[in-house]
């Protein structure tokens, strides 16, 4: 890989992170500065950053330039607006923003109201081709089965009870759970069978034609069909209207794909941790703890429980903290995204050595490598 030349090193531990393995050490995301670093300059309109994929595969292009990528740290890009997309498929009434994408409320009456997923909406055009081009480019000369240039991830489609959520408004659709749960759920099946199945399969296509590899926003790659699966709007709810509303389309969401990771934000979140750990197809747990909360070392009894349930971990940490935590955790399935960039590559490396010696410690403790599971068998 142009931007990763030990792509191969990092493909066998992110195989060994999906299996819940260990190859010498947990999973690490490092980024170190080029010796040449120079921070990209935005000299265009705010449409433009947004929307030109040229201007867009530039500038991504000139940071995998200016960065190390070592250990697990890969390069990706990941095509769409890169906030709740499919909710801009089914709405064209948005407003992008320097860091977001606003979605104003279009679910007044149930009773007049149906979604419909027109497939020449301009946003969900804009998102295939943004997957296309950058695809093409990624890949370079190189042939399907190697890695190219970087990588290229799922848009953060984010489905279902979420993007219900956006377009009902998340207040208006609190009380719909109780005074009109059938009205809910069939907008979430439609979501699920008409808008995600299809957009997904669209663009696991336009990737899969350039590169054995998916790629994600959270910088985990896999073979197969990969995605993230989240519910945010989970954390207004209670455990009950969780299992109810939003369980189902989870499970549904892991059994189609091949490696899964959820999205676990913040503290209203970990009351259904109990829930998620129970879905079988279910993968990964991927910890946020939110802003102004302790790091992930100040949560280390919950996330045991991530991997005594025979998940795998993604958590990031501060470089002071991953000592701490490698104390407790086992390094088998484990990837932590160091914060920061260091300075310079042999800051780094020396980094990712002395994290080698801390799992050496704990190699014990890892599981089998027999324990492979779907696309990794």
């Known amino acids: 890989m142009e931007f990763k030349p030990d792509f191969a090193e990092a493909e066998e531990r992110m ?3 999906w299996a819940r393995d260990c190859i010498g050490r947990c999973g690490l995301q490092v980024l170190a500065q080029r010796e040449d670093y120079q921070p990209v300059v935005e000299d265009a309109d705010l449409l433009t950053r947004k929307t030109d994929i040229n201007y867009i595969l530039w500038r991504s292009e000139r940071v995998f330039q200016s960065h190390h990528y070592l250990a697990e740290a890969v390069p990706t890009y990941v095509p769409g607006l890169v906030c709740s997309d499919m ?3 089914l709405s064209d009434d948005i407003t992008i923003m320097e860091d977001t994408v606003w979605y104003r409320p279009i679910i007044e009456d149930w009773a007049s109201f149906s979604l419909t997923f027109d497939r020449s909406n301009r946003w969900w055009q804009l998102t295939k081709h943004m997957a296309e081009v950058a695809s093409e480019r990624a890949a370079g000369t190189r042939h399907v089965a190697s890695a190219g240039r ?4 799922i848009p953060d489609f984010q489905v279902a009870i979420d993007i219900v959520s956006l377009l009902r408004s998340p207040e208006k659709l609190c009380l719909d759970l109780i005074e009109d749960p059938d009205s809910v759920r069939t907008a979430t099946a439609f979501i699920l069978n008409e808008a995600y199945a299809h957009c997904y399969g669209e663009i696991r296509s336009i990737l899969g034609r350039h590169s054995a590899w998916v790629g994600d926003w959270m910088g985990l790659f896999a073979q197969g069909d990969h995605d993230i699966v ?7 709810i ?3 209207h969780f ?3 939003c369980l189902p389309d989870i499970q549904w969401q892991c059994r189609m794909l091949d490696a899964s990771i959820f999205h676990l934000d ?3 979140a970990i009351r259904h941790l109990n829930a998620l750990l129970e879905i079988k197809e279910l993968d990964a747990i991927q910890w946020v703890p939110g802003a102004g909360k302790p790091p992930a070392i100040g949560w280390l009894p919950m996330l045991r429980q991530v991997q005594a349930a025979g998940k795998s971990l993604y958590i ?3 470089a002071a903290d991953v000592g701490g935590i490698l104390e407790e955790l086992s390094p088998g399935g484990l990837m932590i995204g160091v914060e920061g960039v260091f300075e310079s590559r042999d800051e780094g490396e020396r980094f990712v050595r002395s994290v080698e010696r801390m799992c050496a410690r704990r190699c014990g403790s890892c599981p089998p490598q027999s324990d492979r599971r779907k696309a990794f068998r």
């Open 230 to 236: 989240q519910c945010d709007f989970g954390a207004l």
């Open 266 to 268: 913040g503290p209203d």
């Open 316 to 318: 990031t940490s501060p």
């Open 87 to 89: 909710a801009a498929f």
């Open 238 to 240: 209670s455990p009950r």
């Open 243 to 245: 299992e109810e509303f």
């Open 15 to 17: 195989r060994a992170f």
């Open 150 to 153: 970087y990588l290229v991830g």
